[in-house]
């Protein structure tokens, strides 16, 4: 359930005009590095110089020779400065209040995983890209590529005590290792909501909604695995090949057509049912599947179902019927789906599906489960195109300012009765008022409060109101 | 700013009885997995056995030579279950909490930093316990050990266009690699408040007085690293051994004093030298060390100054002097604290202190700064052991069911409107009444929501208030 990304930095994506200037240093996460000069970038020599010369590593962007070490985070990682970390935190909030409002409970795993986890022989781009390694103990270990096989050993490992269904969310970083030739990133954060036990997930929908985006902005590509199923039936295609299959057609897009059709026959496929499956997969109506399959094919009977519940419980102009919907993990079983921009600009914003067999893969019993993978970087692309990101900017109750260094206990004690009251109080010291009122326009402060000596003999304070220039004294402890 | 724990998993420190029998598995986590049989564990089968196996990897405890994969996270790390989440999140909750009203911004990093940020050569335990390796492209990379590193270098990439001070807190996972013969965990969460550009960091008694600690519980230890550094001029001791023996002081305690004199012997210090530090560090009072010292003394200003803060802005019966404060980290330069619970039951609760030539070692321009590390586990011992810990059961709004499976559409649209409220709704289908009472109350739902065919043909709904018994009708849209 990866949806990896591209994109530019969140911070470029803000609506707000950043009040800093960037140095050249901030977009470089935002491409490959290879197009910063090393001149342009700040650079800074580290005093382990010697040190990291024994590890002798002249791969290495972050060392060079003479031990001078890169100011940017690996390559392909990113970091969060505040106003990045603010829209994150939105976002994930999001999350979360939609997972909360479904009745999902919150869990969590290591971002360290045993790499056995994660090896599918399937040939799925997620576990070509691991991010493995050998621990010092030498355990094979691997920076996750996704959340689903962790969550299933959870599930295993809590056994048969829990009760079923369980609705599960976590929000996590997932990693992967590509040559960055494309600059794409090696890390992002995924939403991912699972149920095992029950088949139904309807909280994407709800997530679009509170974010305000509509369903003709955004639309839910539907099919099932069981479609590819029926037509390796039709060509008495053994079962085995099924997951191989799945994992070739979903790169459709990506490869051509002769390419697709290349590797489906270098699986022992005859030019038939190559033929056939490219034909399933161009569908856009469930009656011309029904046709082309017959009636009786359960992945007929799936899809109809979903869209009568659709219709029923209101979202049916979010989804439609498109064949050629696989997704590319291994393990999916029937229902799959994506999220993709009706404009076509974007890559796929979620993906989900039913895994009922990932359990038993795992050697346990297995539960019926399904589950999405949301990523963070497409939804704020367009988010971002259509002008629906709130306003991002820092906000604080209150700066306190003593005018004089003797009052600087009183201003202390101020703040401290504030922020007692729940205000977010910054207190300030050693600066010029100048500086201070121009501090508070850039942190967006709601007040200043100023301690000064002639008041403060009175027990008075002199607040101003920075958005309405209107300012008044008030006594200190009759502050709110 | 590391304060690693080899405390039971959160799940054991929770107030509440867990609902759901414990197997052997979930307590492995907590102690070294040399004491479970592999029997006693809970295994599984992969079905990537045969891949596996092509990494000959016979030292791992997650593959064996059949292929058995353990169902547990790798060792020394945690998975975070309902229950475990839910006290996690509260917990993070009260940092983010503190550090909003302290006026301090959100900041992250990557989890997987360079190697050569945290390459120092003073001896310190974090750095010799580095979980580093070799990625795929040959770069030295590590997960990180602690945050303050990526913070100044995020300080340096931001440049001089960002107005100082900087206040910045971050909550994050790090990691360490060592022989797990006292089972001790190797990753752990920490909250960071740091402030670049000025020295006050008053946010931990705020945490404290938040979760119900008071100064009598708990107390936090101040010293100054210069005092360390009077010392060694008044035994003319070259500057360039003041971090090397910092480190090796900070061994107090977990070392024989007969230990730490052969270290500080080894480093070429004179015997008279090596006593008379030993001595100062064991003062506790601010006036001995004044005696001790002379007045003029830095470090004597510098903690005097910082008492009369105290004293001034009402914390001064958190604080103590105590010289043996030194804390392990190479980088501190001038004042140096942890808290400590005064039962003396726990290791230390939070430490932290200035650095304010963290930056120069990168190369940079250096600014005065100051922050602490707040680990994740040593604050629920105590919390626990206090008696302090909130109730921590989940928490559903309501549950609705439909009596019938005609009445699924209704029942659904129900849920989506009580949502649509903000409430956090469970819609059950296909189960039985009486396990929909059972699952009210494990799940700890206000409220039933029956959709039965007799109501619901008046456009009733029958509600039943879980924790009084309650029953009555209403109207569907008339439902809150």
């Known amino acids: 359930m990866a949806a990896w990304s591209s994109s530019p930095s969140l911070r470029h994506l803000l609506l707000l005009r950043p009040r800093l200037p960037l140095s050249p240093t901030c977009l470089a996460g935002s491409f490959s590095r290879r197009h910063i000069h090393s001149h342009s970038r700040r650079r800074f020599l580290s005093s382990a110089s010697s040190s990291m010369l024994t590890h002798g590593d002249e791969a290495s962007t972050h060392v060079d020779a003479n031990g001078v070490v890169d100011v940017n985070p690996p390559r392909g990682t990113r970091d969060f400065p505040p106003e990045d970390m603010r829209l994150r935190t939105w976002l994930f909030d999001q999350f979360r209040e939609v997972s909360r409002l479904m009745a999902f409970e919150e869990v969590d795993f290591p971002v360290l995983e045993s790499e056995a986890l994660f090896i599918r022989k399937a040939g799925e781009e997620i576990t070509q890209q691991l991010y493995n390694f050998e621990d010092k103990g030498g355990r094979r270990v691997v920076l996750r590529p996704e959340i689903t096989p962790s969550l299933a050993r959870l599930v295993i490992k809590q056994g048969k005590s829990v009760s079923l269904p369980l609705k599960w969310f976590t929000i996590g970083q997932c990693w992967r290792y590509e040559r960055m030739t494309r600059g794409r990133r090696r890390e992002h954060y995924q939403w991912n909501m699972d149920i095992f036990g029950v088949p139904k997930v309807r909280a994407i929908v709800l997530l679009f909604q509170r974010l305000g985006i509509t369903s003709s902005d955004v639309g839910i590509r539907v099919s099932s695995r069981k479609v590819l199923l029926a037509v390796l039936n039709m060509y008495s295609i053994p079962e085995h090949l099924f997951t191989q299959v799945c994992v070739i057609v979903d790169k459709f897009g990506k490869l051509t057509r002769e390419e697709i059709e290349k590797e ?213 402890d009759e502050l709110d």
Not at 448 to 474: C, D, F, P, Q
Request: net charge negative; hydrophobic share 40%.
């Open 264 to 476: 489906l026959m270098s699986t022992g496929l005859s030019s038939e049912a190559v033929q056939g499956i490219i034909e399933v997969l161009s569908l856009k109506s469930l009656s011309k599947l029904e046709e082309v399959l017959g009636s009786g094919v359960e992945a007929v009977a799936d899809l109809k179902k979903l869209f009568s519940f659709a219709e029923q419980y209101g979202y049916a102009d979010w989804i439609c019927f498109d064949a050629s919907v696989v997704r590319g993990l291994a393990y999916y079983t029937g229902i799959v789906f994506e999220a993709f921009d009706r404009e076509g600009k974007l890559r796929a914003i979620c993906g989900g599906g039913r895994y009922d067999k990932l359990l038993s893969t795992f050697g346990s019993e297995d539960i019926p489960a399904c589950g999405f993978g949301f990523g963070d970087a497409v939804i704020v692309e367009l988010l971002k195109e259509k002008g629906l990101l709130p306003d991002m900017s820092r906000q604080i109750d209150d700066i306190v300012f003593p005018l004089d260094e003797v009052l600087e206990g009183p201003a202390s004690s101020i703040a401290s009765s504030l922020r007692k009251k729940g205000r977010a109080v910054d207190l300030v010291e050693d600066k010029r008022l100048k500086w201070v009122f121009k501090h508070a326009e850039r942190i967006n402060a709601s007040r200043l409060i100023l301690v000064g000596n002639s008041e403060w003999e009175r027990g008075m304070v002199r607040v101003k109101i920075l958005s309405t220039r209107e300012e008044y004294e008030v006594k200190a």
